[in-house]
């Protein structure tokens, strides 16, 4: 997901490229920032902050009337959607679409919705080929290894929720989503896979790790009370 921030980040930077007199255009400055804290919010697990920035970015960048910029947005939106194991519908990125298709945005949008056997690998940032590649033969093992490698902690993170939202459960990629989440501090999709980790391990009965699982879950609730 990181390709699209900055895709949004060169967008308002692009005019200032070897004219350093010309001013940034305000609306995607905007635009940027709200989408920016739209991020930090939902990773936080801030509710209440979380939907009005991107309603905020919305608006910036519709008021630009640059449709690819909002379809990115609607990206930005449905991966955070996906790193906390969330649903979403894509009825206005399709909206979106018609009006101005890139290939590369679909590419993503199937990714995201885990329709793999129709992503395109040539228009896919290249951290997500190896869990392409995995899904073809929902080999757990292998997709672990290429998430592992990823080297961005929230395209990472995105990865995880693809996998296990649309693939088979596997431990060592819950593990590794709950590890990602912890050490940027994310508290949304922290919770999220500690849930899922537990009935993994409930649903194998592995009772002893799902209690120490749902203790964990106890002690990072009485923290933000």
Same mark, same amino acid.
């Given at each position: ?12 930077? &692009?005019? #200032? ?9 305000? =609306? ?6 709200? &989408? $920016? ?5 939902? &990773?936080?697990?801030? %509710? ?21 910029? !909002?379809?990115?947005?609607? !990206? ?6 996906? +790193? ?19 290939? +590369? ?15 395109? @690998? ?8 190896? /869990? ?13 290894? $290429? @998430?592992?490698?990823?080297?961005? #902690?929230?395209?990472?993170? /995105?990865?995880?929720?693809? =996998? ?6 596997? $431990?060592?990629? !819950?593990?590794? *989503?709950?590890?990602? *989440? ?7 999709? &922290? ?23 749902? %203790? ?6 009485? #923290?933000?009370?």
């Amino acid at each position: 997901m990181k390709r699209y921030i900055f895709i949004l980040l060169s967008a308002i930077m &692009l005019c #200032a490229c070897g004219q350093s007199s010309l001013p940034v255009s305000v =609306w995607k400055d905007n635009a940027f920032r709200c &989408l $920016e804290d739209y991020k930090i919010n939902f &990773l936080a697990g801030k %509710e209440d902050a979380t939907e009005p920035h991107f309603l905020k970015a919305k608006k910036e960048i519709t008021a630009g009337n640059d449709m690819n910029l !909002l379809a990115i947005a609607y !990206l930005t939106k449905y991966a955070l959607h996906t +790193a906390c194991l969330e649903s979403f519908e894509t009825g206005d990125f399709a909206r979106i679409y018609r009006q101005e298709p890139n290939p +590369a945005n679909m590419a993503y949008c199937h990714l995201l919705k885990g329709n793999f056997n129709v992503v395109e @690998i040539n228009l896919i940032s290249p951290r997500y080929v190896g /869990i392409i590649k995995a899904a073809a033969g929902d080999d757990s093992a292998l997709a672990a290894r $290429e @998430i592992a490698a990823i080297d961005d #902690a929230l395209s990472r993170l /995105i990865a995880c929720g693809v =996998w296990v939202r649309y693939r088979s459960s596997s $431990e060592k990629i !819950l593990l590794i *989503a709950v590890d990602t *989440a912890s050490s940027q501090g994310w508290r949304k999709p &922290l919770a999220a896979y500690l849930n899922k980790l537990q009935t993994f391990y409930l649903e194998r009965g592995d009772k002893d790790k799902a209690v120490r699982i749902q %203790e964990r879950i106890e002690l990072m609730q009485k #923290a933000i009370e």
